[in-house]
């Protein structure tokens, strides 16, 4: 179970003027999860999609929009939710209860507000339907989201946290949500999500039989039973303070989204950033949250993941030593391991990753303004 947190001010970003008016205004960083041309190859997928190798090669930093913050109180009781059953069930005896004000009336009428509607992959959105109970169905019907998004109680009503898939095609995607209480439809309503083309680009590696056979695909398979654990379960209530901060100083090696070819064989989109960092760098905690894995995987070396509440996770790959454990709580900038090269890995770095549920999301969005 998850400490209790206290009361406390989070960050969160305004939503569109023409969303609806609500009493709460969410997240306006784009984003949402995907239909897939292809498979979406990263480590939650198959084998090849992880980029975990520190190169040689210059970045520049890509500019984010800010937005409008704006401060609410968000008050905690006890409690822990996850899962899918999370979003249709009543609250049980110690659920976590959150409200802005009073909370949602129970005779008010359900609206919703969605913080973007033109998207590209990669990003993500974010779901509020002011005035919903916990008690309420929800239900999403579209072909851009592999999987059920999952809402949680916040504020006046109940808000998901949408990730897009790098590989989605550009077009527009059908998003239709209905909630229903005690079997009447309270609210249905049909939107459009449009996602806009966006450029990846490519990397060429070569690499040596040895490395090759450190990424087959039955370790890909054993690493992958501990991370999807690790995501399994989220906290129901947001555990991250404001913005992110850079895990690591060092240069950005490899940029999020790149389309990877080893040994001139595609092996799926880099899932984060690589950061290039000498061996025994320190490596913090970018927000606050709990620890929900740190062991050594075949693939991705010494790995920690963090839950930071709301199904968003983070996580750290390919370190020298870990020194933190399962079911610690961290702080953000809490001194999680240290760099290395541990794993599928040509040279000491940090493979950093933000992802909503499985799906991985541009970790450049959760630094200039709160989620």
């Known amino acids: 179970m998850y400490p209790v947190r206290g009361t406390r001010s989070i960050s969160i970003i305004s939503v569109v003027a023409a969303v609806l008016i609500v009493i709460l205004t969410l997240t306006g960083l784009s984003g949402c999860g995907g239909i897939y041309p292809r498979e979406q190859r990263d480590e939650e997928q198959r084998p090849g999609g992880y980029g975990d190798i520190a190169l040689e090669q210059e970045n520049t930093l890509p500019e984010t929009e800010g937005a409008g913050e704006k401060e609410f109180e968000i008050k905690e009781t006890a409690g822990y ?15 976590v209860q959150i409200h802005g ?19 590209s992959p990669g990003d993500y959105f974010t779901v509020f339907l002011e005035g919903a109970l916990q008690g309420d169905g929800i239900s999403v019907d579209t072909k851009l989201v592999d999987g059920k998004p999952l809402f949680f109680p916040f504020a006046q009503g109940m808000v998901a946290l949408v990730g897009v898939n790098y590989c989605t095609a550009p077009g527009s995607y059908a998003f239709n949500v209905e909630l229903r209480r005690g079997g009447t439809p309270l609210l249905v309503r049909e939107e459009v999500i449009t996602v806009i083309p966006k450029e990846f680009t490519k990397q060429h590696l070569r ?24 995501r399994s379960q989220t906290a129901g209530v947001p555990l991250w303070e404001g913005e992110f901060m850079m895990p690591v100083q060092g240069r950005i090696t490899t940029e999020f989204g790149v389309i990877r070819y080893i040994n001139d064989v595609e092996s799926g989109r880099h899932s984060g950033l690589d950061i290039a960092a000498p061996t025994g760098t320190p490596v913090r905690a970018a927000n606050t949250g709990v620890v929900t894995l740190a062991m050594h995987l075949y693939v991705t070396g010494n790995t920690v993941i963090i839950d930071h509440g709301l199904n968003l996770f983070s996580a750290y790959s390919h370190m020298d030593r870990l020194l933190v454990t399962e079911g610690e709580t961290v702080e953000k900038g809490t001194i999680i391991g240290e760099v290395g090269s541990t794993g599928f890995s040509t040279g000491p770095h940090l493979h950093w990753t933000i992802s909503i549920g499985p799906v991985f999301v541009n970790p450049w969005l959760f630094f200039e303004a709160g989620v």
């Open 101 to 119: 004000a009073n909370g949602p009336s129970p005779g008010a009428i359900p609206t919703l507000a969605i913080s973007n509607r033109e998207i």
């Open 207 to 230: 690499v040596t039989a040895g490395q090759q056979a450190q990424r087959s695909d039955d370790l890909w398979q054993q690493d992958r039973e501990h991370t999807r654990r690790a």
């Open 81 to 95: 939710t996850g899962g899918e059953d999370s979003q249709k069930s009543s609250p049980e005896e110690g659920a």
